[in-house]
Nanobody, 124 residues
Framework: QVQLEESGGGLVQAGGSLRLSCAAS????????MGWFRQAPGKERDFVAA????????YYADSVKGRFTISRDNAKNTVYLQMNSLKPEDTAVYYC?????????????????WGQGTQVTVSS
């Protein structure tokens, strides 16, 4: 059973930074890809970023390119999302997820396991 646990959310002022972590356990993850999604109240769950566990290839939503960076630490089975220059519209619950396959996907339906989410609130 795969388990994903997010941490690092919180309240930050616009222009500030946060780093989210997603610790994965339960299996080996080579051949998988990890993704971050976010969901604001009343909205759909949107893709943020993804990374191939083995190759390190990264994928980003246009709305976060240049501000967010996804990375992984294979030894710790942990994926990070460094978020800089945060904006009020970044406010959401952030979820990490894992899917089979080397290539990251922009679609939530392609991910097999999800964490519980961590709240990020950016004040103006």
């Amino acid at each position: 059973q795969v388990q994903l646990e997010e941490s690092g959310g919180g309240l930050v002022q616009a222009g500030g930074s946060l780093r989210l972590s997603c610790a994965a356990s339960g299996r080996t993850f080579s051949g998988s890809a990890m993704g971050w999604f976010r969901q604001a109240p009343g909205k759909e769950r949107d893709f943020v970023a993804a990374i191939s566990w083995s190759t390190g290839t990264t994928y980003y939503a246009d709305s976060v390119k240049g501000r967010f960076t996804i990375s992984r630490d294979n030894a710790k089975n942990t994926v990070y999302l460094q978020m800089n220059s945060l904006k009020p519209e970044d406010t959401a619950v952030y979820y990490c997820a894992i899917r089979q396959g080397y290539i990251g996907s922009y679609y939530s339906k392609d991910y097999n396991y999800w964490g519980q989410g961590t709240q990020v609130t950016v004040s103006s």
